[in-house]
Every structure is written in structure tokens, then in C-alpha cells.
């Protein structure tokens, strides 16, 4: 591996830049009664129950809360999803809990499992106890797919676990029907809101052609791209990998050291891959001494930048040069501040320190 050596003072900040992400591994059921096969968590369970799908447990089975997968067949997909939410579904609710029923938030876009599908969510009265009720439609070729998750009010975050898996990990026809292998692609974080409080981010620096003009620059955030650790662990050789938007098949495994594996793909690419492991639960890839990222939000900086700003710059020979918040200032466009070499951390919401690499650069540069 070239230069290694000189990537180790940002590799060792890694873990500063992971999100609070939870992890679980997952178990694969096939519903053969409804001809498909999903993903749960495995602490879950799931029974099918006819006429109304296969119902996904969170927590104590037969009870709230849980998550049900409804296929439709093909030939009944939905003609007006949104008009099936907003009025169908909602009187139909209406009807059953009464005055019981508290109100209905309309159909719009939901980003989930890396999908992007239609839902409505509905809440009405079970005693003294708020239920939610979201109701989502995801159109398909082979047939339309309606989840469902019931969760008491406030109390979502497992439930939604569980419904992302469920999404995500959708195939008709069931495990016998479904390719050889998923796709080990990184996880999902859309959605993740930036941290100006005391975030730490991974950031490419653009617009710095508007400091004159509009006195700012943007820092374009990400964080490495994460990839669950079971799912690392368990790649065998055929298996499919996502890094950096390519896709890969696995031609062989090379495990380095407990916390490091090399694959070598069957497609021809010129370096090596490499999975690290980052905590318990994630790995990131390292690629030619890069590390892929993944790209969370674009946040202006508004300048002048706080008088106690620093920024450190790392040499290819490990010597470390400091610059107040003004030489920084003058750096910009001398040297390219990217999401492989560069990160950055906000404090009370300003930028208050950055560091930089001479190396690496990043895939462009290859």
C-alpha cells in the first residue's frame, strides 16, 4: 500500500467524523405466502397473517409496535396513491376509531431504505395511549407494496429500524427467486442534520471565489462512508460490493489483521480495497489511500471566521504548520481542500478548527 504512512494522522481522527448511527444484523425471512423475502433485526419476529401481510414484532409479539409488509399483485397496483392515502385510507380510519381518531398528516415523499415511496401518517386513541399509525406505498413493476408501522407516539426509533430493513431489503418472488448476493453497499445517511454545535466532519472548501465578492466560502461535509460490520464479516467470494458508486464481485478475501480486510475484485482495477474496521459496529474502505465519503450537507461560512480559528496543515514529511483564522483566508486556492485530506469541526456554531494533508488526494487524482 503507497504511503500509507502519511493518511495515518487523519485515519486516527476517523472515529471523530462517525454519525450516531445505530447497528444491527439482520435476519433474512422469505414469506413464501406472499412471495417475497425481506430483513429484519434479528432481536425481531416476524409471522404472516392472512389478509393482512407479514407482521414484523419490535417489541412482545401480537402487540404494538410493528411494522406489515402488504404486496399487491400485479395486476392491482395503484392507479393514485396519493388519493388513496389522503381520502380512502383515512376514511377508512375515520370510520373505525370514531372520535377516537386525532388527525391525519397528508401524503408526501418519504426517504427510506434508500427509496423513495409515498405515505401518509394517520394517530387515534388506544385508552389514554397516542398510536401512530404511517401507512407507505412503494410502486413496483412487480407489483405495488404497501408497509405499514405502528408505534406508540414518541416512541419510533426501533420500529423505523425495522421498517428500513423492511424497505431496503424488499425482493419479490422470495430468497430462492432473489439474486445470489445483495449489494454491500454503505449506509444510508440521508436525512442526518449538521452539527453546528460540535460536529466534526470530513469537508471539501468551494466558492472561494466569493470571498470577495459575497464574503463567504462553502464547505461541502461529509462522513466516510460507513458499512455495517456483519456484513463485512460475512462477504464471501462472488459477493457484490458498492465502493465510491462502483460496483464490484468479489474474487478473493485477505483478512490483514482482526480489524482489516482486503478484496480483490474480479474487474479490473488498478490499486487494492480495503475494508477498516472504524468501531463495533462500521468499517470505511480505503481505496488507493483514499477514503470514500459520503456527502451530507453543503453549509456556507460566512466570513470574517472566528478570531481563535485555526488551521493545521500536515506535510508529506509530518511537519505541522498552524495558520490563524486571516493566513487560512489567504491560502484558499493555493491548495485543494478536499473530503479525502481535509476535515473540519464547528463549535457554537462557527468553524473553529481545520486540518489538512498534502496527501491524498482523492480518485480524481488516479
Not at 414484523?56 to 409488509?69: K, M
Not at 463567504?216 to 455495517?228: G, H, I, K, V
Not at 480495497?273 to 481505496?287: G, M, P
Amino acid at each position: 500500500m503507497k504511503r500509507l504512512a502519511l493518511v495515518l494522522a487523519l485515519v486516527l481522527l476517523a472515529c471523530a467524523c462517525l454519525p450516531a448511527l445505530a447497528e444491527s444484523e439482520w435476519t433474512a425471512v422469505t414469506c413464501a405466502e406472499g412471495g417475497f423475502s425481506t430483513k429484519i433485526p434479528t432481536d425481531c419476529t416476524a409471522q404472516y397473517t392472512e389478509g393482512t401481510g407479514l407482521q414484523i414484532y419490535t417489541g412482545v409479539a401480537g402487540y404494538i409496535p410493528y411494522v406489515i409488509i402488504s404486496p399487491r399483485p400485479a395486476d392491482k397496483q395503484f392507479s393514485n396513491p396519493d388519493n388513496y392515502l389522503n381520502n380512502t385510507y383515512r376514511e377508512y380510519l375515520e370510520n373505525k376509531y370514531g372520535d377516537k381518531m386525532l388527525g391525519t398528516n397528508p401524503a408526501k415523499n418519504w426517504e427510506i431504505g434508500g427509496k423513495t415511496l409515498i405515505g401518509a401518517r394517520y394517530k387515534y386513541k388506544v385508552g389514554d395511549t397516542t398510536v401512530c399509525l404511517l401507512r407507505l406505498i412503494e410502486q413496483r413493476d412487480d407489483g405495488d407494496v404497501e408497509y405499514t408501522a405502528k408505534y406508540i407516539d414518541g416512541e419510533d426509533a426501533k420500529t423505523m429500524e425495522a421498517l428500513d430493513a423492511a424497505v431496503r431489503y424488499y425482493s419479490r418472488g422470495g430468497a430462492d427467486s432473489a439474486p445470489a448476493a445483495d449489494v454491500l453497499r454503505p449506509v444510508d445517511m440521508s436525512g442526518l442534520e449538521v452539527d453546528t454545535d460540535g460536529g466534526v466532519y470530513w469537508a471539501a472548501i468551494t466558492d472561494t471565489d466569493r470571498i470577495e465578492s459575497g464574503g463567504f466560502f462553502t464547505a461541502r461535509l461529509y462522513y466516510q462512508s460507513l458499512y455495517p460490520a456483519a456484513q463485512v464479516e460475512a462477504l464471501q467470494e462472488n459477493a457484490k460490493i458498492a465502493v465510491n458508486g462502483w460496483e464490484f464481485t468479489v474474487k478473493k478475501i485477505v483478512p490483514h489483521d482482526e480489524k482489516t480486510v482486503e478484496i480483490y475484485p474480479k474487474e479490473e482495477f488498478d490499486g487494492y480495497i480495503v475494508f477498516q474496521k472504524a468501531s463495533d459496529y462500521f468499517y470505511t474502505a480505503l481505496v488507493n489511500d483514499w477514503v470514500p465519503c459520503t456527502h451530507i450537507a453543503d453549509q456556507k461560512i460566512m466570513l470574517p471566521l472566528a478570531n481563535d480559528f485555526t488551521f493545521t496543515w500536515l506535510s508529506g514529511d509530518g511537519e505541522a504548520t498552524v495558520y490563524d483564522a486571516y493566513s487560512f483566508i489567504k491560502l484558499l486556492g493555493e491548495e485543494e481542500l478536499n473530503q479525502y485530506n481535509t476535515m473540519l469541526q464547528f463549535s457554537g456554531g462557527l468553524v473553529m478548527m481545520m486540518i489538512h494533508t498534502s496527501y491524498p488526494f482523492g480518485p480524481e487524482a488516479e
